[in-house]
């Protein structure tokens, strides 16, 4: 009898566990590679963090670790795992094997990286078409520019910062044909030093417009400070230089990061790959400024024929620098060949550094 | 009436080794006031920044593992100091480690073979050995400042490291990006325990501890290595090269600096990439001098950097705290201990001005 009673005790426990165990709120985790102070990559990720927090209020708990070195970050992740995080946002390129290697680990958490390409089943990519935008701010650019010559601050030369690059020279040729890049390395996502000197080194190389591939307000600001124009990037930046600012690519990753917090929550989320830009509002662009009524017409002519699909900034013929055309199916690259581009496309100058 | 520093004429014992624990409790009483100013339980912030890393089993790994490649370097960086040699580039010596080790490890990719690891290390220490000799010699051949050239060379590394993993060594199914292929097994440094990441590293580096130990304390090389940085001309007259200790402190920094890259892109890293020294070696530095320029005062301070930055990840975690107040924490200690050694060699007086 008392072991019966021991027994029904313990099921009554166990019943009254369970509803709170329902309860319990949902713990999302970040990595963030800047400090959330950039006011560009890592600030729109944590924007988007906060919009979880809008969306689920009392459900969700979040937290995020910034400033996380890509060669140290496995520990960072694991951290989070460890803590009950059920669902992680690992959002730098760099951070693709430490994830792979901690999502291993803990399967029964869900990972989404940003920027990668290897998957897992409970690692899902993802990523926004960042050279969308980047071809219409060239095609501002080449209209604006009266020097000819574009300064670009790039960060790390992999595909996706080289695909921004070519997308934005066919915006601005499309409209100048005389127009040239000169593109600056920083090998470094958030450094606003060298994000300035950069900036810099172009400005005195007779750029009179400056774009960027970076995460701080830097280049910008180093542009304005010389009565140059430039682009925000990453969020709108235009508190940074308000008479100099054309206008900005924004990364919207809000909307994305509620979606995947609600498949969790309600158990449908699956490990998938996606790469979309202004149709979905991944990407959006700033308010046009700056820049006379025939250019803004432009622009946002651009804008809407990229998000109904009727311009498509690769549209074919592409050819490379080394004047080889590039194999091409249906009339445009496909993503698949936009994420893993290695090579300019012809009338950049210069090598991509190896 | 002014304050003046006032030399002290004998340096206790006792003073020495309270030092640094009195320099340690200021250090956390100060850091405990601002996170209260900041709103939270400065008891949880000590909880989660000091006692959880050095009590949890998997943080404990984590930051043993942290702070093996620290030791390592740390310890090397040592032998430099003490003989009054600026050896600032021990990043580079480092980043030049883990790319020749790192070689080795891409070139016998798929192959496997217990000889393989060893002679990754060899090959690291060769190649930071090597590295390190650069400085060494223009400094004794043509008087040319040390510090300037280890430092510039550091940059160099830096730029090999990138060259590398983005030509000749870039993993061919890597997409194009700056990375090489992941090491095959043989070049891994495994767990020493189920399901955390600490390796045989950390024995590597106890054990040249205890060798360096030895060397200060017990041998005519550590002496003459003390000697010329302390008093050089004597050092000179008491028929110690100059030179050849210059090359000789350089040589044993530069090889340790490249053993702990070797331990670092094995270990945890496992592949080569642009980026794997994460300022280490110049993070080494400030635990050799954090140590008093002792192998166990650079062991023992190791692991108290790596705590820290074990628990700023922590303390984001769970007190959500930003990450700028680690580098601020860090600041703060190396403050407290440089202050505290001065207060060991001077004392505070208070002297009226006659008017």
Known sequence: MRHFLKLGALALAAGLAAPALAQEKLKVGFIYVGPVGDFGWSYQHDVGRKAIEAAFPGKVETTFIESVPEADSERAIEQLARTGHKLIFTTSFGYMEPTLKVAKKYPGVKFEHATGFKRDKNVSTYSAKFHEGRYIIGKIAGKMTKTNTIGYVGAVPIPEVIAGINAFYLGAKSVNPDVKIKVAWVFDWFNPGKEGDAAKALLDQGADIITQHTDSPAPLQQAAARGKLAFGQASDMSRFAEKNILTSIIDDWAPYYVERTRAVLEGTWESKDVFDGLAKGKVKMGPYVNMPDDVKKLAMETEEGIRTGKIDPFTCPIVAQDGKTVECKDGKLNDGQIAGMNYYVQGIEGTIPK | ?355
């Open chain 2, 1 to 355: 009436m002014r304050l003046v520093l006032v030399s002290r004429r004998r340096i206790s014992r006792q003073r020495q080794f309270a030092t640094p624990v009195v320099a340690l409790l200021v250090a956390l009483a100060i850091g405990g006031l601002i996170v209260w100013l900041m709103g939270r339980s400065p008891w949880r912030a000590l909880q989660v920044f000091v006692i959880e890393p050095l009590t949890d089993p998997w943080a404990l790994q984590e930051v043993l593992l942290k702070a093996t490649p620290l030791m390592l370097i740390s310890i090397g960086l040592l032998f430099c100091f003490r003989a009054s040699r600026w050896n600032i580039g021990a990043e580079g010596q480092f980043l030049l480690g883990g790319i020749c080790g790192g070689g080795i490890a891409i070139l016998t990719h798929g192959m496997s073979g217990f000889w393989i690891m060893p002679l990754m290390m060899i090959a690291g220490m060769l190649g930071g050995l090597a590295y390190a000799a650069i400085p060494a010699v223009l400094r004794t051949r043509f008087g040319i400042s040390e510090i300037l050239t280890s430092l510039m060379l550091v940059y160099v590394a830096d730029l090999l490291l990138d060259y590398l993993v983005r030509g000749p060594w870039r993993d061919p199914k890597g997409f194009n990006f700056p990375q090489s292929v992941s090491f095959s097994d043989a070049a891994v440094l495994h767990p020493l325990f189920e399901g955390g990441r600490l390796h045989l590293g950390l024995v590597l580096a106890l054990v040249v501890a205890a060798i360096a130990f030895v060397l200060f304390r017990r041998t005519l090389f550590g002496y003459a290595v003390a000697a010329s940085g302390d008093a050089p001309r004597a050092a000179n007259f008491a028929g110690f090269n100059e030179a050849r200790i210059t090359v000789l402190v350089f040589l044993i920094s530069g090889a340790l600096a490249g053993l702990a890259g070797v331990v670092e892109v094995a270990g945890q890293v496992q592949q080569l990439r642009p980026g794997f020294g994460q300022g280490l070696g110049f993070t080494a530095i400030i635990v050799a001098f954090l140590g008093r320029l002792t192998p166990v005062g650079a062991t023992l301070s190791s692991v108290v950097i790596a705590v820290l930055l074990i628990g700023a990840e922590s303390a984001q975690v769970s007190l959500k705290l930003p990450y700028d107040l680690t580098r601020f924490f860090m600041g703060l200690l190396l403050t407290c201990v440089l202050v505290g050694e001065s207060l060991d060699r001077y004392s505070l007086e208070i002297q009226r001005e006659r008017t």
